[in-house]
Antibody, heavy 122, light 108 residues
Framework: EVQLVESGGGLVKPGGSLRISCAAS????????MNWVRQAPGKGLEWVSS????????FYADSVKGRFTISRDNAKKSLYLQMNSLRSEDTAVYYC???????????????WGQGTLVTVSS | DIVMTQSPATLSVSPGERATVSCRAS??????LAWYQQKPGQAPRLLIY???TRATGIPARFSGGGSGTEFTLTISSLQSEDFAVYYC??????????FGQGTKVEIK
């Protein structure tokens, strides 16, 4: 069974940093691009960042560019999101999502993890 | 960036009735359009991709149509488990990959 399990969320002060993780199982992690999508409380879905299989291509939403860094460890079957200079508007559930196909060319999100809540507040 | 606009924001439907959700793109996305379902407290689930292809395990009562800038998601006969929020997402012009704002399908 394909499974994605996020961890590392929590409460952080504005300006602080946090790294969230996503552990993958049930599929060959190394051949799929991966993504982070977030959802602020009561709001819709917002794509945050994507990374290709070899980590040679990374993409970021303008809202997080320069503050967030996506990375992966294929040997550990893990995806990460390092979040720096956090703002209150970054408060959201952060979902890890596999790309449905192996490349980013046709990047739709399936499956999704259960999400991890990041709260930025003083 | 391509802006995805869904309508209506909320759709009130009786069980067994048909529901149609619309999604409009600010410029053509060809058929590179996906639909997701999200129930309260759960992660989104892929329903449709390529505008009209059902993902694995999705019941036939869900269908998608359209191309270019206008798309629809139709649920032919609503079941109790279908009351949820539905999102469209384009994957034609990227980055960014963009979602519609969501349509809540509620019980009438």
């Amino acid at each position: 069974e394909v499974q994605l399990v996020e961890s590392g969320g929590g409460l952080v002060k504005p300006g602080g940093s946090l790294r969230i993780s996503c552990a993958a199982s049930g599929f060959d992690f190394s051949i799929y691009s991966m993504n982070w999508v977030r959802q602020a409380p009561g709001k819709g879905l917002e794509w945050v960042s994507s990374i290709n299989t070899a980590s040679s291509e990374t993409f970021y939403a303008d809202s997080v560019k320069g503050r967030f860094t996506i990375s992966r460890d294929n040997a550990k079957k893990s995806l990460y999101l390092q979040m720096n200079s956090l703002r209150s508007e970054d408060t959201a559930v952060y979902y890890c999502a596999r790309s449905y196909m192996t490349s980013l060319t046709y990047n739709l999100f399936h499956p999704w993890g259960q999400g991890t809540l990041v709260t930025v507040s003083s | 960036d391509i802006v995805m606009t869904q309508s209506p924001a909320t759709l009130s439907v009786s069980p067994g009735e048909r529901a149609t959700v619309s999604c409009r793109a600010s410029q053509s996305v060809s058929s590179n359009l996906a639909w997701y379902q999200q129930k309260p407290g759960q992660a989104p689930r892929l329903l449709i991709y390529g505008a009209s292809t059902r993902a694995t395990g999705i019941p036939a009562r869900f269908s998608g149509g359209g191309s270019g800038t206008e798309f629809t998601l139709t649920i032919s006969s609503l079941q109790s488990e279908d009351f949820a929020v539905y999102y469209c997402q384009q994957y034609n012009n990227w980055p960014p990959w963009t979602f519609g704002q969501g349509t809540k399908v509620e019980i009438k």
